[in-house]
Nanobody
Framework: QVQLVESGGRLVQAGGSLRLSCAVS????????VGWFRQAPGKEREFVAG????????YYADSVKGRFTISRDNAKRTVYLQMNSLKPEDTAVYYC?????????????????WGQGTQVTVSS
């Protein structure tokens, strides 16, 4: 069983930066991957970024490429999402997600593990 706990969401002005954290506990296997999804009001949940726990391969949605960076600290068992040049359309609940068999390619199917979500609000 894997547990995920997000933190770091808050209100920020457009153009600003924010870093989300996801603490990972539980057993992980060789193809374990962690990532971020987001869901804005009235919209479907969408993939944002993913990273493979072993090896660090990263994947991004086109909408955040060049602005967001996903990274991990294996010693701290924490995954980060650095968000720069934030836009009002980035406003959403951000969820940390993980899966044992996808590496970082969490866009391929619904991941098996989810955190509780953290609210990010970008004001214009």
């Amino acid at each position: 069983q894997v547990q995920l706990v997000e933190s770091g969401g808050r209100l920020v002005q457009a153009g600003g930066s924010l870093r989300l954290s996801c603490a990972v506990s539980g057993r992980t296997f060789s193809s374990f991957g962690v990532g971020w999804f987001r869901q804005a009001p009235g919209k479907e949940r969408e993939f944002v970024a993913g990273i493979k726990w072993n090896g660090g391969s990263t994947y991004y949605a086109d909408s955040v490429k060049g602005r967001f960076t996903i990274s991990r600290d294996n010693a701290k068992r924490t995954v980060y999402l650095q968000m720069n040049s934030l836009k009002p359309e980035d406003t959403a609940v951000y969820y940390c997600a993980a899966d044992q068999g996808l590496g970082g390619r969490l866009m391929e199917r619904r991941p098996g593990y989810w955190g509780q979500g953290t609210q990010v609000t970008v004001s214009s």
